[in-house]
């Protein structure tokens, strides 16, 4: 096991709270960890938050790289990808490489031009609400594990209480439970879609294919079959 980046957690945090003593702005903050995360953690060209303006809309807050922000536009109009499933599940995700993943496919098309092949995303857990998520992209497949996606959880929780702290009551950052279950069906019906790939030899469009054709068949939803089956394996 990797020994974790205490001190350079602590350093970040120590620094962002002098930010919040004078009220700086939440992605101020954000872009101080983030450059904390780059800067600790291996592969890492790119590291950021997703959170909710004060619109409602998903945006990208203290990215410190080009490649966060394209990314995660990706996910944002195509509501599928690594980053909105650890805020809707609330819990760590780990793409160990984009390009064989399978769980979200249209998405993983979207960044191929990208330097984008290793991800790692923790949700920003602030109390009971999952308020956003921070993240991190390697050009390099392979780059993180269970035990680097713990190292960034203990970053998501520094950034999540003082984002928190510093938003306030100013923006709606719970993300809304349609969405939610939108992404959890998703990824979802593409866990199951992977097994039938695996267990097949089918591609993901056959895969899916056959998993709409047992719904109709049982006369129950896409979602309920595909859980099933995932459940089962």
Partial sequence: ????????????????????????KADRAVSLLAQAIKETMPGAPGTGASLLDPAGGLISSGSTDA???????????????????????????????VHTDGRWPRWASAVAGLPVRSVASAPLLAGKD?????????????????????????????????????QGSEAPLRMSEQLKATLASRDTINRACGVLME???????????????????AGASLVQVSGKLVERV
């Fill in 67 to 97: 490649v966060v922000r394209q990314a995660d536009a990706a996910q944002y109009e195509l509501r599928e990808g690594p980053c909105l499933m650890a805020w809707a599940a609330e819990e760590v995700v780990i793409v160990h490489d």
């Fill in 130 to 166: 999952s308020i956003g998520a921070l993240k991190i992209y390697s050009a390099l497949p392979g780059q993180y594990d269970e035990d680097r996606g713990r190292t960034l959880a203990l970053f998501a929780g520094a950034a999540a209480t003082l984002v928190a702290h510093v």
């Fill in 199 to 217: 267990r097949h030899g089918i591609t993901h469009d056959q895969a899916l294919q056959q998993l709409i054709q047992d719904a109709r068949a």
């Fill in 1 to 24: 096991m990797s020994r974790l980046p205490l001190d350079d957690l602590t350093a970040a945090v120590a620094r962002i709270r002098g930010l919040l003593l004078s009220q700086e």
